[in-house]
């Protein structure tokens, strides 16, 4: 709980950080203002959302406490890992599912299946939130974090346009198999009436996506641990 209402301390101070949050909320906006938002513009906004929001506020919470020395004390403090870097995630996971629901309405997206589409969400936060806090851990300062989380934010914010790149050339063909446009084929499967077992497929490709994340959060995080 400490560890969670000092990171709505530092979120509130930081203006860059906030401006971040207004992104995907105003690209929804256009969007909706330009003509008929198609389940690709949906998945656009909500992939921006997760690379924006819950990647990149992830990765300067981090970077932050690593810059001030505070994530040292935290480190030695007789909190666990998980306590630690869960309360360090508790603040972007709730900013991230807000500015979601918040867009949705926005662009008036209403999936046909709900539950099934909040599992996907809830899983590819997990995901975002690994990838965040990893490249938290691996960079020294706010400034560097926000440089290195650039390239995942292109990646996953705008991943369909890759997409498109791979239909044209096969070797890229493992693009598809990116969380951002798992999610996306888990939507448009939803809207066919996709059996349960195939969507499950995606939702697979996802939580794994997570899991080999969050693994790799605590290897460096131990290692850190063990170096200070």
């Known amino acids: 709980m400490a560890i969670f209402q000092k990171d709505v301390k530092d979120v509130s101070r930081n203006v860059f950080v906030g401006t971040t949050l207004l992104v995907p909320v105003l690209m929804a906006i256009v969007y909706k203002n330009i003509g008929e938002v198609t389940l690709e513009i949906h998945y656009t906004v909500i992939n921006l959302t997760f690379s924006s929001v819950a990647a990149f506020v992830q990765c300067t919470l981090i970077a932050e406490e690593k810059e001030k020395n505070t994530l040292r004390s935290l480190m030695l403090s007789p909190a666990s890992t998980l306590e630690i870097l869960g309360g360090k995630s508790i603040l972007t996971a709730l900013i991230t599912l807000f500015t979601i629901v918040v867009s949705a309405v926005i662009t008036d997206y209403a999936p046909s299946h709900p539950f099934i589409i909040i599992i996907g969400l809830l899983v590819s936060c997990l995901f975002y939130l690994a990838l965040g ?46 969380p951002n446009l798992q999610l996306l084929e888990l939507a448009k499967k939803v809207e066919n009436g996709t059996s349960f077992s195939s969507l499950s497929i995606n939702l697979i490709v996802i939580l794994m996506a997570g899991i080999l994340s969050s693994a790799l959060v605590f290897m460096i995080y131990q290692k850190r641990t063990l170096k200070d």
């Open 133 to 178: 806090t990893l490249l938290g851990l691996m960079t020294s300062s706010v400034m560097e974090a926000s440089v290195a989380v650039l390239p995942v934010m292109f990646l996953f914010g705008f991943g369909t346009l890759l997409q498109q790149i791979s239909d044209k050339y096969p070797l890229l063909s493992i693009v598809d198999y990116l």
